[in-house]
């Protein structure tokens, strides 16, 4: 590690995203495609495109499970300061399980919204 590699690394790594988004950008101009899945379908044929439909699809599985633990131990924290308890009390040690399934019912039906501007109402 140390300083000078990582801040090298980070250069790099940065140089190489704007060279990636500017070649994706210029192959979805060229092949007038708007999704990532569509530009690999025309690129590289159908396998490729559930191949790249599948990964964001499992990233964005990710970052959702990750956002909802994260949530869910905001809110424990939370009810522990307002309830003045101590550790794992809240709702005997099991408060991240049960608090990550009481967020399911609301982000089930807003994750199936399919376009944004359905969601201007609540803007």
Known sequence: GGVGFCTV??????????DSILLLFAASMATECKSYGGLARDSYGRGFQLLVDGSLCAAQIGFCAAYIVFIAQCLGQAGNWFMN???????????????????????IPLALIQSMSRLVWAA
Do not use: K, S
């Open 9 to 18: 690394m980070l250069i790099v790594m940065c140089i190489w995203n704007v």
């Open 85 to 107: 308890c101590t550790g794992d009390d809240l709702l005997g040690g099991n408060w991240v399980v049960y608090l990550c399934l009481l967020q399911v019912p609301v982000l």
